[in-house]
Structure formats: C-alpha cells, structure tokens
C-alpha cells in the first residue's frame, strides 16, 4: 500500500508534536492533541478513536456536533471528549453545554454570562477557554487582544461556574512564519501577563493547527487543534456538487 492509512497519520503528528515538544524541553505527554473531525462522517471519527491514539475531538458547529455525538455507539468502550472549536452565538450556549466537554471559543462577556446563568440552573460547572483573535484579522472571531484582560477578569470573577482554564487562538491565515510567530508568542504572553490579573495560573494554551502546530509548540502551547493532517482535506458540499 502506498496510500496511508489514518493511523499512520496519527501517528506521524504525534511523532512530529514529540519531536518539537522535546525541543522546548517538553515531552509530547505535555501537549494535548485535539483532533479537528468538522465536515468528516462520524465513521472516520470512530476509526480514529479505535486506534486508541487518539481521545480528544474537536468541531467548530453545535449542530453537527450535536449530530455525531448524538450518534456516539452505546456499545463503544472508548470513550472521547468533545471540544466545541468554533464561534458560539448566544442561542445555541444552552445545546453546546448539553452536548459537549469543553467549550473553546468563550469571547464575550455576553456569552459568558449566557453559559454561568445556564448552568447555575442545574449547578454544573464546564472547562472553557477563552478565544483571543491574536492576528487581529477583521473576519476573526476572538476578544481582541486589548479587551482580553477586562474579559478575563469578568470570566474568573462573574462567572464561577465556568472553569477558566486558558487560551485558545487562531494564528494569523497566510502569514509568514515570523508573524505567524509573533502572534503566537504574544498569545503565551497574554496568558503569562493574566495570572497576576486573575490570581490563578492558566494551565492551558490552545494554539496550532495542522499548518503551523511546530511553531505554535515552539513558542507555548499546550494544546493543538489538527483537523487536516489527520482526516484529510475537508470536503464541503459546494466542492462536493462541483465533482
Ligand atoms: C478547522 C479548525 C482547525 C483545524 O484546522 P486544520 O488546518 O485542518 O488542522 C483548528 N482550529 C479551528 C478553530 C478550526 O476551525
């Protein structure tokens, strides 16, 4: 066979993420690998998951989400945890809670305030990060980066039912690695500068994606977000029709 198989691919990241994490002094143990399954079929999914390599999903959309969760095989031993990676509105904050582990993309305090009272109805608590747009990039979700402390604040002081564990970011797309870099490292800098601001550490840095995750690593992160290295390129159903 020529053609790799999933598992290879896994694997490959997971030896690249070990290979630059023991450049930074750290082992691959200490980045957690998201794999970014958005537009895959939930049969790709579990084929990834089966291999045993790898536990943590990412999508970007509550609903489909919601669709492949929902269809999660009762009779399926491994189990996954499930980030939800994308913009969330409002009115979709109480179906991301029902249906997902982690929450990613926390970037207004509207939002934050949605999820606490949401879930001070049942008083359960959920992880989330909140998404700085570090590239500044107009079409960018994420707080900007000079919002990111008063967001912050509100999020560790307003909002005790979510558990504030980090950041997460998108690097700036089509930039060339000194900028990509740059917005990298001052993400890791907005989040060392936070801890005085809010008193606590934040453990988690969620930045890199399948073109720029070695960087990402190199300058702080902790966790990477990898959709195409994994399962391949991306199908939507334009490109789909046009076939
Ligand atoms: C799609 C997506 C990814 C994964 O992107 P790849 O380039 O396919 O690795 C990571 N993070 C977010 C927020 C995404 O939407």
Known sequence: ?????????????????DTVA????????????????KT??????????????????????VQEGQEKISRWPSDM???????????????KARKALEYFDFIQ????????????RILSESNHSMPVLMEVNCSGEAQKSGIPMDKAKE?????????????????MTVGPLGGNEQKIREAFSNTFKLKEQLTPVIGYPLPILSMGMSDDFEWAI??????????????????????????
């Open 22 to 37: 023991g450049r930074t002094g750290r082992s691959g143990k200490d980045i957690t690998l998201i794999a970014v399954s």
């Open 151 to 167: 967001l912050a604040l509100f999020i560790a002081e307003k909002c005790p039912l979510l558990q504030f564990k980090g950041l």
């Open 40 to 61: 895959h079929p939930l049969e790709l999914i579990l084929e990834a998951v089966r291999t045993g390599l790898i536990s943590q999903l990412g999508e970007n959309k």
């Open 1 to 17: 066979m020529v053609t790799d198989t999933l598992k290879d691919r896994i694997c490959s990241v997971l030896a690249r993420i």
């Open 105 to 116: 993309s926390v970037d207004s305090e509207k939002l934050a305030a949605s999820l606490q």
């Open 218 to 243: 190199e300058e702080g992160s902790t966790m990477v977000r990898i959709g195409t290295a994994i399962f391949g390129a991306r199908k939507y159903p334009e490109q789909r029709e046009a076939l």
């Open 77 to 91: 031993t491994a189990k996954a945890a499930w980030h939800l990676i994308g913009h969330l509105q409002n009115n």
